[in-house]
């Protein structure tokens, strides 16, 4: 069932949607094992584009929808422009999405142009694309789809609403990813709505931990795409989640992020991108008791030269049985 089905806690009607949401809450079983913990994977990449954004997106292009506006616009590290682009293409509205040039995984821009978005390749990082979006958005009509459209953190609450209805109550602790930090911002805006709140345990890669130094990054880089981020929007929302859940921001490496990929995809069989990784690489390292969510926030599809630089290579083989046998079997 679509995260629609919270409506009566939504701000708009839903004018443009494609079922988002409803994703599966996973029991880990050989996670739970390492760490003690009973781990659960909230698997984000189950939604239609392919990652968590589709919750905003389709409460922020429906109320675009709803005061008649022509043009979508956002700033992406990669998700972000695939979601907005596709919702725009669906209400038949112009999207636009401003990218850093060169950082941007194949799957997501392969998107983003098959829903006809005029995609622009920044030469600059995305806290750059995010200010100079927000600049074009103060002089034109456009809609700007960013988190710091209220209308995507409105959205985004509801999977808190979904981890709260399959488990029956707040899990203990929430580990999540965290980038320009909007997404951990909805999670505590929905768990502070039901008056039941985990402890929020936000991650950031080590080369691009602004939240975790307390001070912005001006040449972030991390193996995790999606949040390269140096300077989040929603600086002081997210750290309010975490002091008032009494969670705690802290840096994963990217050794430590890829070994958290590889064991989700091995292990578990959830292949996601190195990012939501990042959510199961901090439980790995800092631990955390009793019931603990691990939030996925995109499908590992988006990314396949990260994943084949780190998979084992294919077996090649010649048509005859024997060979077969010992190249599946040997
Ligand atoms: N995980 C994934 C897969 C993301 O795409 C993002 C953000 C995050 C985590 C971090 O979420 O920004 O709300 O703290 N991606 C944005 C984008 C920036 O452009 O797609 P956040």
């Known amino acids: ?6 409506a009566d806690r939504l701000p708009v009607e839903p004018l443009v949607t494609m079922g988002e949401g409803g994703t599966p809450l996973v029991l880990a079983e050989h996670l739970s094992e390492l760490t003690g913990c009973e781990v659960w994977l909230k698997v984000e990449g189950a939604n239609p584009t392919g990652s968590f954004k589709d919750r905003g997106m389709t409460v922020a292009v429906s109320a675009a929808v709803q005061e008649g506006a022509e043009v979508v616009v956002c700033a992406s590290t990669g998700n972000t ?52 979006v927000r600049e074009l958005a103060a002089l034109h009509p456009v809609s700007l789809v960013n ?32 980038g320009n930090a909007g997404n951990v911002t909805a999670y505590w805006r929905g768990f502070s709505e039901l008056g039941d709140s ?69 292990r578990e069989g959830v292949f996601c991108e ?8 901090g439980l790995l390292k800092h631990g955390a008791e009793g019931r603990v969510v691990c939030v996925l926030t995109g499908h590992g599809l988006k990314d ?3 994943a084949m630089n780190r998979a084992s290579s294919v077996v090649p ?8 046998e010992k190249a599946v079997l040997g």
Not at 230 to 254: H, I, K, L, Q, Y
Not at 274 to 281: D, F, I, L, Q, Y
């Open 198 to 266: 985990p402890a929020l345990h936000g991650y950031q890669a080590e080369g691009a931990a602004p939240l975790v130094h307390g001070a912005p990054v001006s040449q972030p880089e991390t193996v995790a795409s999606a949040i390269r981020i140096g300077n989040p929007a929603r600086w002081e929302d997210a750290m309010g989640a975490f002091t008032s859940s009494r969670g705690a921001v802290r840096a994963v490496s990217d050794a430590e992020i890829l070994d958290a990929y590889t064991l989700l995809g091995s």
């Open 317 to 324: 083989c010649e048509p005859e049985l024997a060979a077969v």
């Open 304 to 306: 396949p030269q990260t």
């Open 147 to 178: 988190s710091v459209n209220e209308y995507r953190i409105e959205g985004q609450k509801t999977a808190a609403f979904e981890v709260v209805d399959s488990l029956g109550e707040a899990p203990d602790v929430l580990c999540i990813p965290v």
């Open 1 to 6: 069932m679509s995260l629609w089905r919270y």
């Open 81 to 132: 422009a695939a979601s907005a682009a596709a919702y725009a293409a669906r209400a038949g509205l112009r999207g636009a999405v401003i990218v850093p040039e060169g950082k941007i995984a194949t799957g997501k821009l392969a998107q983003a142009l098959m829903h006809g978005a005029r995609v622009v390749a920044l030469r600059g990082n995305f806290d750059q694309a995010l200010a100079v």
């Open 274 to 281: 190195p990012a939501s990784a990042a959510s199961v690489a």
